[in-house]
Each structure stands twice: as C-alpha cells, then as structure tokens.
C-alpha cells in the first residue's frame, strides 16, 4: 500500500473514530464536527478515487432489470408559465447555453443534443432518502460537450442550472417579490468528463417524461440523485463556488447535504 493511501485510511479512521467517541447526540452543529466531516467528505472522494480510479465506471444492468415505473426524485414539473410554454411546444425552442471559462462558448437545443453521438446505459439510481431504482438512460455524453467549449486552464467546475423553482418566493421589507431560488448543482471536471455522465433526454426508450426532467437531465452514475439535477437550462464552467447561491456548490449543498455525492 502506498502512503498516500495509507494516509488517507488512517486520517479517515481517525476523525471517525473521534466522532465515535464523542457520540452523535447535539454534536452536528459544532464547527470542530463540521470541520471533520467536511474532512472526511473529502478522504471519500481522494479513497474512491484512489482505490476504483478516476473513470471507474458505475454498474451497468440488463434490460430485464430495468423498473417498469421509474420513481421520480425532486420536482415533478417546474410549474412556471415558462417551461409550461415550452412543454407546449415539445421543447423544439428549449437551448442549453455552456459558457463561463471557456474558449468556445456554445448555444445546444434538443435537437443539436440528439445529433450527437448518444450514449445508452442501464443504471441504478440511488436516492439520499433511500431507495433506489434501475432505469435505462440514453443521452450526449457530457465529456464531448465541454471538449468543444474549450474549457479555460482555470475551470475547475461545472454548474448546472435548471428550471425548477425551489419555494414560492417572499416579500421584502418593501413589499417587493423575491423571487425563490432555482434548482442547481455542480460536478468537478473528473466526474463531468466521466463516460458515464451524460445529458440525457429518453428513459427507458422514450422521450423524458416532466416529472424526470424533460427535456434534460444530468445522468451522473457514480452519485446520488441530488447530484443529478432536471430540467437543465444554462451550464457554467466556474473556478470556484464562492460567489454562486450559498457557495456550497448546489441547492441542497447550500441547506446542509455534502458537496460530495458519490457511491
């Protein structure tokens, strides 16, 4: 075993153990355990990736495995007047800017995604809450994409925005409409440059349905569902979060969950 390895079990056992010790009860808003968890979120990320490789693909299934009814993670349907115009009209207008540090910023509907060289997988999704089901997801790999913008020395992320409103908004002090967040999230460029990362636009040999994403949707394989936002509208490639929403890198980041999601 090699030492960085060996560094990464032992600092690993050791917060671990440490939490251990000290018991779970009233410690979770501590700074010294959000100190070491967010530590140890990231021994998981260097462990997976040491040990199963950078481009480790996720377990693929049969078509005999595929869920009859795929359960839907998140939102069921945006509800705004804008994406119900566009699910009037099939999407046929529904463009995914990819900007941000890029050399090549690019503008792709629907119909640029699918001329793309697609990509079918049968894989199991995996939700924080639970459960899980096996889907067959056909889409344009992501790595392609961001190999045509030309992403800058210093791009480090990939941000995903999407069309989901995340509440009903609030009023200021004013009297003035703020409006609610929208749904986002973000991978590194490993996990966005990995094969199995795709846009994908057919579940189980048809067109997405609303309530998993139509048009689009991000199938990343090696994470939980969170990770895999619907309904993407916009993609940035950033150097860093801080000046993003909560700065955490995604909407449930920003309410508490890890920023790391892989299983």
């Not at 990995?194 to 048809?206: E, V, W």
Request: with cysteine.
């Amino acid at each position: 075993m090699s030492d960085t390895r060996r560094n990464v079990l032992v600092r690993g056992s050791t917060l671990l153990g440490s939490l251990a010790l000290a018991g779970c009860t009233d410690l979770s808003n501590k700074p010294w355990v959000q100190n070491a968890l967010g530590e140890v979120e990231n021994l998981t990320r260097v462990a997976q990736r040491l040990f199963a490789g950078g481009h480790s693909l996720a377990p693929e299934y049969s078509k005999a495995d595929v869920a009859r009814m795929f359960r839907a993670n998140g939102t069921l349907n945006p509800g705004t007047n804008d994406y119900a115009m566009h699910l009037a009209n099939d999407f046929k207008d529904w463009v995914i800017p990819v900007g941000g540090l890029v050399e090549k910023p690019l503008k792709l509907s629907l119909v640029d995604l699918r001329r793309m060289p697609p990509r079918t997988q049968i894989t199991r999704h995996d939700c924080v809450e639970g459960w899980s089901c096996i889907g067959e997801w056909t889409g344009a790999p992501l790595a392609p994409i961001l190999a045509m913008a030309r992403p800058k020395p210093e791009a480090r992320y990939v941000m995903f925005y999407c069309a989901d409103p995340m509440g009903n908004g609030a009023l200021d002090a004013g009297g003035h409409i703020i409006p609610p967040p929208y749904y986002y999230e973000s991978l590194d460029l490993l996990e966005a440059t990995h094969p199995q990362t795709i846009l994908a636009y057919d579940l189980n040999g048809k067109p997405l349905p609303v309530e998993n994403g139509a048009p689009i949707r991000v199938r990343a394989e090696r994470q939980l569902g969170y990770k895999m936002p619907k309904y993407v509208q916009k993609i940035d490639l950033v150097d860093s979060f801080t000046r993003i929403g909560g700065g955490k890198g995604g909407y449930w980041e920003d309410q508490g969950y890890q920023w790391y999601g892989g299983i």
